[in-house]
C-alpha cells in the first residue's frame, strides 16, 4: 500500500499495538458492511431487472390468464412462477382457500381441479389454463344453500377451529363425485392428504359418509 512506504522504498514497519488492532477491526467492520450493501445493492437491482424483464414479456409466457373458476371466466395477472393458491387468494379475492404449511403437506390449500383434489400451494397456475377450478366459494347449491357435505360437517361437528375446513370439505367432495358411496376404509384413505391440528378426523369422516349416506346435490357445484 502507498502509505506503507517510508519514502526510501521500503515499507513501514506493523506494530501489533492495541490502537492498530482497533484499526484493523474498524478496517474489517467497514469492509463488511461495504460488501454487504454491494451485495444487497445487486439483489436489488436483480430483482429489478428480474420484473421488468418479466413485465416486458421478454420470457415469452404469457402472464393474462383466463381461467374457469367456480363456473366464470376470470382474466388474471399471473406471475410465471405464481401458485394457483396465491392467484385465488391474492389476485381474485378467494380467501376461503387457506393456505397452512405452503409445501404440499397440510391439504389446507385444496381445491377441485377438473373434480380431483389438488393442493393449490404446490400446483402452477399457469397449468391449469382450460382446466376447470371449484374453490369452497364454489360448491354451494345454485341458489346459496350448502353442498351436502357442508350441511354435514356441521352435524357431525367437524369445524373445531375450522381452517382446515375447506380443503377437508373439498376432499369430500371429489371423493363423493368420483365415488359417490365410499367404504369408510375408502374415505379414510380420501382425506389422508388432510392435516387437522385440532384432530378432528373422526368427526370429518362421520360426516363424509353422512353426506355419502344423504347423497343428494352431490354433482351440483358451479364449477362442475
Ligand atoms: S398449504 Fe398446501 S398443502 Fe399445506
Ligand atoms: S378444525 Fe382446527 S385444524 Fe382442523
Same mark, same amino acid.
Given at each position: 500500500m502507498a502509505d506503507d512506504n517510508d519514502g526510501r522504498g521500503y515499507p513501514e514497519p506493523r506494530f501489533d499495538t492495541p490502537a492498530s488492532r482497533a484499526t484493523s477491526r474498524r478496517q474489517f467492520i467497514k469492509g463488511v458492511i461495504a460488501s454487504g450493501a454491494a451485495v444487497g445493492s445487486a439483489g436489488y437491482l436483480f430483482t429489478l431487472a428480474g420484473c421488468s424483464r418479466e413485465q416486458g414479456g421478454a420470457r415469452g409466457i404469457e402472464r393474462m390468464l383466463q381461467l374457469k373458476i367456480n363456473g366464470q371466466v376470470r382474466t388474471v395477472d399471473v406471475l410465471? *412462477?405464481?401458485t394457483l393458491a396465491m392467484t385465488l387468494r391474492y389476485?381474485?379475492?378467494?380467501?376461503?382457500t387457506k393456505l397452512g404449511c405452503? !409445501?404440499?403437506?397440510?391439504?389446507?390449500?385444496t381445491v377441485l381441479i377438473d373434480d380431483v383434489a389438488h393442493y393449490s400451494c404446490s400446483?402452477?397456475? *399457469?397449468? &391449469? !389454463?382450460g382446466r376447470a377450478i371449484t374453490t369452497?366459494?364454489? &360448491?354451494?347449491?345454485?341458489?346459496g344453500e350448502l353442498h351436502a357435505v357442508q350441511q354435514a360437517m356441521i352435524d357431525e361437528l367437524g369445524?373445531?377451529?375450522?381452517?382446515c375446513t375447506p380443503g377437508q370439505i373439498m376432499s369430500a367432495v371429489s371423493l363423493l363425485k368420483a365415488n359417490p358411496k365410499p367404504t369408510r376404509e375408502q374415505a379414510r384413505h380420501a382425506m389422508s392428504g388432510n392435516l387437522c391440528r385440532c384432530g378432528a378426523y373422526d368427526h370429518y369422516l362421520n360426516a363424509v359418509m353422512r353426506a355419502a349416506d344423504a347423497g343428494d346435490r352431490l354433482s351440483e357445484t358451479r364449477g362442475a
Open positions: 410465471p *412462477h405464481e389476485k381474485l379475492g378467494l380467501t376461503g405452503d !409445501r404440499g403437506e397440510c391439504g389446507a390449500c400446483t402452477l397456475t *399457469h397449468a &391449469v !389454463r369452497i366459494e364454489g &360448491v354451494e347449491g345454485p341458489n369445524p373445531q377451529c375450522g381452517f
